[in-house]
């Protein structure tokens, strides 16, 4: 069976558990992410959501539990084996993570370039096309250091869905943007899993993006899932946390 | 008694543990490296950016090292031998203490120095700003990407860098006892030139080499444990250059004991 045609979660998360310096940071986490659907993650800071996030794709180890991608433990799998699964995974991380000693083209051509597309042209054009989804056209040769920490995560974003993956993984992608700007990429992350179909998992603490995008929610507590269901669901909790978190969003809007 | 014995042991078994831990680690460093050069992924773009980094961008340092090195050596070698009436052992002393002490260890100690602390800031910096990450979720080999391309640019750099500072410093060495204290320089030079063999040119460059890869090892590895932001950027770049210093001058006792034999000095008689 082709991976695609495979009728199960994109990602099976279960009983995961990590510490660092003997702090426990995810406290036996378990859930599914959907194929083709946006799971949004949300939670206070330092609750552990860029810490799941980047056991999605092997990039920490669980201390315990395992992570299933489209039915494959990846846990036991070396660096070398995890690359083509991550290929197929785009990330946006939450401070950017470009690389500063190249351009913005070549940041966003970098994935193209290692997947070994050889045609530049082609390269040329996806990367000028990306960069005008994102709102940066005619940017390609800045230097990542010169540009604002809103450029930098849109590059970021850019770099991301260039290879074209089947599954984008968002650590706050519409922090640090304006009103506007912060929109624009949330519509373009729902259309992008409108259209293509992409798996998408999105850490936000931002409400409003969330009830735009969420097929389901996660509520993360001290490493913990407090919820997980959709996002209506939510405003229905008796979780004093979780109505903490909604209230004080409701004021922050004001 | 019993107790301080406890104490003692304790405070001892720390610190070696904890060198044996490091050691281990920079050792599987070595190996993967080897791993990965062996199967020939080699980006040679990288490679040869790096080669200027450090093989063109090290040349004043490296020279002028070299070259005040074997001026001061001679000098004092000047002062006390032609006292004793030796003053024609300078040359000879200059050249197998350039060639096999001097040229590979202050070389490498200036390209620790600013090798080493650059390729621990930027990979440690890399690693605190989630670039390394990015690179591994792009399914690109930090090691591949990053490490390998500098241990190949400074294990062509380091024998030339040496060559250099030997030849500058034996230069300078001459210009300094015919300018200053007018001996003939086709004297000085014959003398020179007859204790100067391949093997003490070898040894320079096998010990030159070897430095190299102790740098870029113990660097690279520095800036990919690095944690904790620009303090720890900071902390990996002060121990990438006080670790590789300290490897440099210890083992180059020991390759000095182990290259003698192999490769003896000439003596020719005249
Ligand atoms: N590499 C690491 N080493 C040690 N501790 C870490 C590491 N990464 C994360 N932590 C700790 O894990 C906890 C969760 O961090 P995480 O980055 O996942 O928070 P978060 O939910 O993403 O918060 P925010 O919304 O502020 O981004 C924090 O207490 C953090 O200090
Ligand atoms: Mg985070």
């Known amino acids: ?254 | 008694m019993k107790r301080m014995a406890g104490y003692l042991a304790a405070s001892v078994a720390g610190p070696v543990l904890g060198l044996l831990t490091y050691l281990g680690q920079v050792a599987r460093l070595l190996v993967e490296v080897l791993a990965s050069l062996l199967s020939l992924r080699i980006r040679w773009r990288l490679v040869l950016a790096q080669i200027v980094a450090i093989g063109i961008g090290s040349q004043l340092v490296v020279i002028i090292t070299g070259a005040f090195t074997g001026a001061v050596f001679a000098a004092q070698a000047y002062f006390k031998f032609s006292e004793l009436g030796l003053g024609s052992a300078t040359g000879p002393v200059v050249s197998i203490a350039m060639c096999r002490e001097l040229g590979p260890v202050l070389a490498a100690l200036m390209v620790a120095g600013r090798m080493g602390a650059s390729m621990a800031a930027e990979i440690g910096t890399m690693r605190v700003t989630e670039q390394i990450d990015a690179l591994r979720a792009m399914g690109v080999s930090p090691l591949d990407y990053l490490v390998v391309p500098r241990v190949l640019a400074i294990l062509v750099s380091m024998p030339i860098l040496v060559g250099e500072a030997i030849l500058f410093g034996m230069l300078a060495s001459e210009l300094l006892t015919v300018q200053l204290f007018g001996v003939p320089a086709a004297w000085y030079e014959t003398q020179l030139l007859a204790h100067t063999g391949v093997p003490d040119i070898l040894t320079g460059l096998i010990k030159g080499t070897f430095f190299g890869g102790l740098i870029v090892l113990i660097s690279c590895h520095q800036g990919l444990i690095t944690s904790e932001g620009a303090v720890g950027v900071g902390r990996a770049t002060t121990r990438a250059v006080v670790y590789s210093s300290l490897a440099i001058l210890i083992s180059n006792l020991f390759l000095s004991l182990l290259l003698n034999p192999l490769l003896p000095t000439v003596t020719m008689d005249f």
């Open chain 1, 1 to 254: 069976m082709s991976v695609s045609d495979n009728p199960g979660p994109f990602f099976r998360i279960e009983a995961l558990r990590q510490s660092f310096d003997g702090h426990p940071v995810l406290r036996g986490v378990s859930f599914d992410v959907p194929r083709g659907k946006t799971t949004v993650i949300l939670g206070g800071s330092g609750a552990g959501k860029s810490v799941l996030l980047k056991h999605l794709n092997g990039l920490m180890r669980p201390l315990a539990g395992s992570v299933q991608v489209e039915g494959n433990d990846i846990n036991d799998l070396s660096e070398r084996d995890l690359t083509p699964i991550r290929r197929q995974i785009g990330v946006l991380f939450q401070d950017g993570a470009l690389f500063d000693s190249l351009t913005v083209g070549e940041n966003v051509a970098f994935p193209l370039r290692e997947a070994g597309d050889r045609n530049e042209d082609g390269i040329r054009y996806r990367v000028n096309e990306v960069l005008e989804l994102v709102g940066l056209k005619g940017q390609e040769w800045k230097m990542p250091g010169v540009l604002s920490g809103g450029m930098r995560k849109r590059v970021s974003l850019a770099r991301a869905i260039a290879g074209r993956p089947a599954c984008m993984l968002y650590d706050e992608p519409t922090a640090g943007l304006d009103p506007i700007l912060s929109e624009n990429i949330t519509r373009l992350i729902a259309e992008m899993k409108d259209e293509l179909r992409l798996t998408s998992v999105v850490v936000t603490h931002h409400l409003g993006a969330m009830r735009f995008l969420a097929d389901q929610v996660l509520f993360l507590k001290h490493g913990e899932v407090r919820y997980c269901g959709p996002a209506a669901g939510l405003d229905d909790s008796d979780d004093r946390e979780i109505r903490e978190f909604i209230s004080a969003d409701a004021m922050g809007r004001t």
